[in-house]
């Protein structure tokens, strides 16, 4: 059985043969896109759409733990193995167990609100409007001020563009990793509850509920919380 859980954020415990640069004991967070960092799009910067790990060409990307994105295993386990750990890992720093409630935003949600705004354009002091407020798009929210809606009908007319598509999280993740690091992003803002690997059920249903004020579930498999 495919365990879910395409954020992940953890401590090496162990590492390949080929890997040089991340070591045993460091904490990585890792983008939900796995790549392998030498196909065509990873070269491009497009790690969203490597060729490598997701070699079918009716599918897009890979992830961990993800219906229809690659065999790879998901986080909601004990222990997760990366592939190409070196290019996929980004290593933090020594704050990193005290403030991993942000760092693990790094995984998805921060670069793709993130680069929700890039691909929209947004400068700062527009005006934004963010449809769907969930995680992402309270993320987005936090980096967005502005933009005017706008019915479909007219796209054309008012030359308006549309964007869409997994975000390349190693595009943005280290100078988000910075932003965290140096004081300037705290986007554990967003987690509502802290549960063990047991509670995950009841945090599903909650979520699917929409039950009131349950905005972002971190689970601790390690039950360190
Ligand atoms: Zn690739």
Redesign the pocket.
Known sequence: MMKRAHENLGKVVEVGSAVRKVKVGQYVVLPFNI?????K??ERGL?NY????QPEPSAAGAAYGFADMGPYQGGQAEYLRVPYGDFNALRLGEDAEERQLDYVMLADIFPTGYHATEMAGVKPGDQTVVFGAGPVGLMGELEAQGKVPIGFGKLWFKGRRIGTGQAPVKRYNRMLRDLIAGGKAEPSWVVSHELGLDEAPSGYQHFDRRDEGWTKVVLHPDGSR
Do not use: D, I, R
């Open positions: 790549a392998c960092g030498f196909c799009q990873c790690t490597c060729l490598t790990m």
